[in-house]
C-alpha cells in the first residue's frame, strides 16, 4: 500500500527501469501512437485496473472509467470517449466490466441520500426497477446485490447498442461487438456474462435509427 505521494515517483523510476531492461524499444514504440483493439468501459474503483486483471500492455486497451460502469445516454465524457474510440481508433471490442462488491450498485439498492451521486445512481435504480420481479425473489442480500451487479452490466451493453455511435459503426460495416463481462474482486476471475452484441437485432425498435446520409 503506498502511503506518501513521493512513492508515486519513486516506483515510476523503477518501472521505468525495469521496462527498459526487459523490452528498451517499450518507450519509443508507444510514443509512435495507439491502435488498441479493445474499448474498456469500467467502474473508477481502484481495485478494478483494466490492464492489470487482463494482463495487458499500455496501449492494448482504451479504458473510459466511472462510477459503476455505467452507459448514460447523456454523459459526454463516455460519448466522446466512444465515438473516438469507435471512428478514430477502429476498436472492434467495446467491453463493459461491473465487478461483484461494488459500492455503487450496492448504494443504488438503498434509500439513504449519499450526495450529489445519488443523481448517477438513478439509473442503477432504473435497473432494479426493470429486473425488480427477479431480484426481490432473492432473499439473500449478497447474492440479490450480486446478481444487479450483473444485470446493470447486461443493462449497459444493451445501451450502449442503442447509442448512434455504435449503430453507425454496424451500418458501415464495422466489425463491432460489443461484450459484458463481470470481475470477482476476491478470486481475480473476469467472467463472461454471454450477453455479447454485434448488429441491432437485440435492439428494440423503437431505438432503432435510420442510417445517416452524410453529404
Not at 501512437?33 to 495487458?56: H, M, Y
Not at 486497451?61 to 465524457?77: G, K, L, P, Q, W
Amino acid at each position: 500500500m503506498i502511503k506518501s505521494y513521493q512513492e508515486l515517483f519513486e516506483n515510476n523510476k523503477k518501472w521505468v527501469e525495469e521496462t527498459n531492461l526487459q523490452n528498451p524499444d517499450f518507450f519509443t514504440n508507444l510514443a509512435n501512437g495507439q491502435s488498441p483493439k479493445f474499448l474498456w468501459i469500467g467502474c473508477s474503483d481502484s481495485r478494478v485496473p483494466a490492464n492489470e486483471i487482463t494482463g495487458t500492455q499500455p496501449g492494448d486497451i482504451f479504458v473510459h472509467r466511472n462510477i459503476a460502469n455505467m452507459v448514460i445516454h447523456t454523459d459526454i465524457s463516455m460519448l466522446s470517449v466512444l465515438d473516438y474510440a469507435v471512428n478514430v481508433l477502429n476498436v472492434i471490442h467495446i467491453i463493459v466490466c461491473g465487478h461483484y462488491g461494488c459500492g455503487g450498485v450496492q448504494t443504488a439498492m438503498g434509500n439513504k441520500q449519499v450526495g450529489l451521486i445519488d443523481n448517477w445512481l438513478r439509473h442503477i435504480k432504473d435497473v432494479y426497477r426493470l429486473h425488480q420481479t427477479e431480484l426481490n425473489a432473492i432473499t439473500d442480500l449478497h447474492k440479490r446485490t450480486d446478481r444487479l451487479v450483473e444485470l446493470n452490466v447486461q443493462e449497459q451493453v444493451h445501451d450502449l447498442a442503442k447509442t448512434s455511435i455504435v449503430q453507425n459503426a454496424w451500418a458501415k460495416g464495422q466489425p463491432l461487438q460489443v461484450h459484458g463481462l463481470v470481475y470477482d474482486i476476491k478470486n481475480g476471475i473476469l467472467n463472461d456474462l454471454n450477453v455479447t452484441v454485434d448488429d441491432t437485432t437485440v435492439v428494440e425498435d423503437v431505438y432503432r435509427l435510420e442510417t445517416r446520409q452524410l453529404v
